[in-house]
T-cell receptor, first 110, second 113 residues
Framework: GIQVEQSPPDLILQEGANSTLRCNFS?????LQWFHQNPWGQLINLFY???GTKQNGRLSATTVATERYSLLYISSSQTTDSGVYFC????????????FGKGTKLTVNP | DTGVSQNPRHKITKRGQNVTFRCDPI?????LYWYRQTLGQGPEFLTY????????KSRLLSDRFSAERPKGSFSTLEIQRTEQGDSAMYLC???????????FGQGTRLTVV
């Protein structure tokens, strides 16, 4: 099945710093989503981005489907950005499920 | 109704007992999914419904697990004869038909002692 790799696995920043999280996937996909998992375990939707670039406040994302990767940019990070960021893809070929990476754990220190 | 709702939020059970979780999707969403997440891992797919039809099941879903969505609205996930390895966060998600953007509930954290 499709493989989803996220890097880095862990990231520690000072408040105000910028960061880039990467998601590589091994096969063609119909869809790609980025999530932030809060300390209580809920997955919060950040972006639905099968291709192209989107921005939402301090966050933006770019997916280059032909090269099988996506990037999540966080600018001017805040302590509330801490948590685990997941990339999830829906493989082409009829399956409707999402396949998740292992996540990037982000810690933003004051 | 502004989101996916799961109940209970936490469940502690003794090994060998049966447990049932409920998921109420976003009301206009036809698709409903169950995932399981263990510590330090990303969620893993368990099963998927389109309306009341269960269209796909993962090999992770052993014969002790059963899921239903009887009227195409809420869904239940039952685990029979629980084992310690079943301890995990169980996540439900829903999405509309035309755009498969999934929205997740708060999850049910199961601890088997």
């Amino acid at each position: 099945g499709i493989q989803v790799e996220q890097s880095p696995p862990d990231l520690i920043l000072q408040e105000g710093a910028n960061s880039t999280l990467r998601c590589n996937f091994s096969d063609s996909v119909n869809n790609l989503q980025w999530f932030h998992q809060n300390p209580w375990g809920q997955l919060i939707n950040l972006f639905y981005i099968p291709s192209g670039t989107k921005q939402n406040g301090r966050l933006s994302a770019t997916t280059v489907a032909t090269e099988r990767y996506s990037l999540l940019y966080i600018s001017s990070s805040q302590t509330t950005d801490s948590g685990v960021y997941f990339c999830a893809v829906e493989p082409q070929g009829g399956s409707e499920k999402l396949v998740f990476g292992k996540g990037t754990k982000l810690t933003v220190n004051p | 109704d502004t989101g996916v709702s799961q109940n209970p939020r936490h469940k502690i059970t003794k090994r060998g007992q049966n447990v049932t979780f409920r998921c109420d999707p976003i009301s206009e969403h036809n698709r409903l999914y169950w995932y399981r997440q263990t510590l330090g891992q990303g969620p893993e797919f368990l099963t998927y419904f389109q309306n009341e039809a269960q269209l796909e099941k993962s090999r992770l879903l052993s014969d002790r697990f059963s899921a239903e969505r009887p009227k195409g609205s809420f869904s239940t996930l039952e685990i029979q004869r629980t084992e310690q390895g079943d301890s995990a966060m169980y996540l439900c998600a829903s999405s509309p038909l035309r755009v498969s953007e999934a929205f997740f509930g708060q999850g049910t954290r199961l601890t088997v002692v």
